[in-house]
């Protein structure tokens, strides 16, 4: 027998690192971390540190469980084709369990050495994504990428919780912020890599309604990002150094937002102003989390 | 698996033992770490 059969191997442990999508992670570590340095009241540096762990092995393991349900779909897209699963590197089932180790392991985790708030939390997020977004309305809706905005959302709240043990008002906006923020940050991406969706049957936006309702949407989403940015300060749940930033941010994503809602792709269009604001969505995010923790630490030392 | 019917090359026997070690020691050293972190986590807790 001359042909390899890639399914025999074992599969490497790189390729279920990779399941996890660590580069997504990244920013769910970034404001985990966060809503756990935002909170008011302490919590002792290996608890800390947990619940940052869980929040990433809850979000790896939902990334595992998407991947499992996605592997037809990630075959048809250069984008995803050479994941784990489509390139054919990993038994589709290990993945599944994979996932569901992860994911249950993260839960009762947390539970233990946090708190069962925050781990139901962490639960619910796990199985929006998994579920209520993955398999039941990601396939049906181009208003999808609302809806799995809500999962990447939880992040911030939880380490919030972890810390507090009460749900309030900031937990709260904090997870409304990430949620106005993923439709104009992904739509972004997905004017300039429609092709590759429309081939595979996702109904991403761009793809459905059309070229200008998704740049008009983008704008929507934008405009109604700014206030929600903006609320922690005026609700007086954070200082200045907070509103400035949150003020001076909202003012450049809506400046970028503007050429990309008003104009329309030609052939061979470089999609320029489409990439600008999409990088900086990412800086964005980035931006406003890092300002409101140097607020909180400002705030806590007596400087502002 | 169906061990019987695997009749794997010369080379195919290296990659498989390969992995099937690089594996065991990232298993190891993740169950070491969760048995580290654990017992953190308990001597804080019982601490509070």
Known sequence: ?304 | MDLRNMAMTPEEEVEFRKRQRSRNWVVGGVLLFFAVLFYAITIVRIGE
Request: charged residues 10%; hydrophobic residues 55%.
């Open chain 1, 1 to 304: 027998m001359e042909q390899t059969t890639p399914h025999i191997l074992p599969a490497d442990w790189r390729d279920f690192f990779a399941l996890t999508k660590p580069r997504v992670m990244t920013l769910v570590i970034f404001t985990g971390i966060c809503g756990l340095l935002a909170a008011p009241g302490s919590i002792h540096p290996v608890i800390g540190f947990t619940t940052i762990l869980c929040i990433a092995m809850g979000a790896g393991g939902s990334a595992a469980l998407n991947q499992w349900w996605e592997a037809d779909i990630d075959s048809g897209m250069k984008r995803t084709a050479n994941r784990p699963l489509p390139a054919q590197r990993m038994r589709k089932n290990d993945a599944r369990d994979f996932g569901i180790l992860l994911s249950a392991s993260s839960v009762v985790i947390l539970g233990l050495a946090v708190g069962w708030l925050a781990a139901s939390i962490l639960a619910a997020a796990i199985v929006y994504y998994a579920v209520i977004y993955t398999i039941w309305l990601k396939p049906r809706t181009p208003q999808n990428i609302v809806i799995g905005g809500g999962a990447g959302a939880f992040p911030p709240m939880i380490g919030w919780v972890a810390v507090t043990g009460e749900v309030t008002a900031m937990p709260i906006l904090l997870f409304a912020i990430i949620f106005m923020w993923t439709p104009p940050h992904f739509w972004a991406l997905a004017l300039f890599v429609k092709l590759d969706y429309a081939n595979v049957g996702i109904p991403m936006m761009p793809v459905v309604k059309g070229e200008r309702s998704t740049r008009r949407q983008i704008l929507i989403y934008t405009v109604l990002l700014a206030p929600v940015a903006i609320a922690p300060w005026a609700i007086g749940g954070t200082g200045y150094i907070y509103g400035v930033a949150a003020l001076a941010l909202s003012i450049a994503f809506f400046a970028l937002s503007l050429p990309v809602a008003f104009r329309q792709s030609v052939e061979q269009d470089s999609m320029q102003p489409e990439k600008r604001l999409f990088g900086f969505s990412i800086l964005y995010l980035f931006a406003l989390f890092a300002a409101l923790v140097v607020d909180r630490v400002a705030a806590g030392q007596g400087w502002i």
